[in-house]
């Protein structure tokens, strides 16, 4: 079968598609006939040999993948071969490993879908998934009655814009071409915000009648982290979910004392929170396929390559221009 390995970290073109032994489910595991592969920033972590969740070279630097049981072992139960699933790293005791034609994991591990599921959809939820908790699991003092979503037109991004719209909130987003907030707009974002010419914190506030918004969802951080205080209204939360751009510059206790009108909030998140919560991960995937499959959610899927071409799906992610997901296929 083929898989994809990395055996020297580096660019896209460390990325190698080898010929694997087909691998057999043992006790508790299931064998999965691939269909779809997420492209997400984790892999390209793995990739680079930067993740601080690294698996062990040579990596298969996948982590999410949608497909039908082909086999089981022995003590496996309520799965029939043909069925549809879903499998995130995030389930497995190591991330990265989804990479391939086939792929084994323990049966607890995998998702069940409906049988009318679009798997390049299904593929996608792992956005969703961390969105969900961003927007519900976050413990804001109040439930947000209106967002600001840096990267609107992102991976993460999309979904954030669809859940807080299926959450009845107002959703502020910001873009930096007329593509992206196009496309924003078409999966419910209320107002844009084009932050290479506008003031983001002086145009949300005008957007808000003043008041500013419950939370902002920043992944970015960097110089520009602290200002989005003044985004924020009485009781709002700044969270950041990653940082790309580094870490603030300003001190942010200062800043945050600068705005003790407001009684703000800031909190750090990540996913891997819930690694020693499994039964709280998989609750939340759940709820996402359930909003997959009643049509609530529409998963934005930007460009469909092979598995053969990785190496352009990761160069195509790298670049930053994809509006959605990134999806691969067998």
Not at 3 to 11: C, D, R
Not at 95 to 122: I, K, S, W
Not at 252 to 270: E, G
Request: glycine share 10%; hydrophobic share 45%; proline share 5%.
């Amino acid at each position: 079968m083929k898989a994809v390995l990395v055996h020297q970290p580096g660019g896209p073109e460390a990325l190698e598609v080898v010929e694997l032994p087909l691998p057999t489910p043992g006790h508790g595991q299931v064998q999965i006939r691939a269909e779809a592969f997420g492209v997400g920033q984790p892999d390209v972590l793995i990739r680079r040999g930067v993740y601080k969740w690294m698996p062990p070279l040579p990596a298969n630097p996948g982590n999410d993948v949608a497909g039908r049981i082909s086999a089981f072992g022995a003590g496996v139960e309520g799965f029939a071969i043909g069925q549809k699933v879903l499998l995130s790293a995030r389930d497995l005791p190591h991330r990265g490993g989804c990479y391939a034609e086939y792929v084994v994991a323990p049966a607890d591990a995998v998702h069940t879908l409906p049988d009318d599921a679009d798997l390049e959809a299904a593929v996608c939820l792992s956005n969703y998934q961390v969105a969900y908790a961003l927007l519900h699991e976050c413990r804001h003092h109040r439930a947000p009655a209106s967002v600001l979503v840096i990267g609107a037109a992102g991976g993460v991004g999309t979904a954030l814009v669809q859940l807080a719209k299926l959450a009845q909130m107002t959703v502020i987003g910001t873009v930096s071409t007329e593509e992206k907030a196009s496309f924003a707009r078409r999966n419910g974002a209320d107002h844009l915000i084009f932050y290479r010419s506008e003031d983001v914190v002086a145009r949300t506030r005008e957007l808000t009648s003043g008041e500013g918004v419950g939370v902002v969802l920043d992944h970015v951080c960097g110089p520009e982290f602290t200002g989005y205080l003044g985004a924020l209204g009485r009781w709002g939360t700044l969270l950041s979910y990653n940082a790309f751009a580094g870490l603030p510059e300003e001190n942010l206790m200062a800043a945050m004392r600068n705005h003790l009108d407001i009684c703000p909030a800031v909190r750090c998140f990540s996913f891997h929170i819930y690694d020693q919560d499994r039964d709280g991960h998989r609750a939340l995937m759940r709820n996402v396929i359930d909003a997959l499959s009643r049509g609530a959610i529409r998963p934005a899927i930007s460009a469909r390559l092979k598995l053969e071409d990785v190496r352009k799906a990761h160069a195509l992610l790298e670049k930053g221009s994809a509006l959605g997901k990134i999806v691969m296929t067998t």
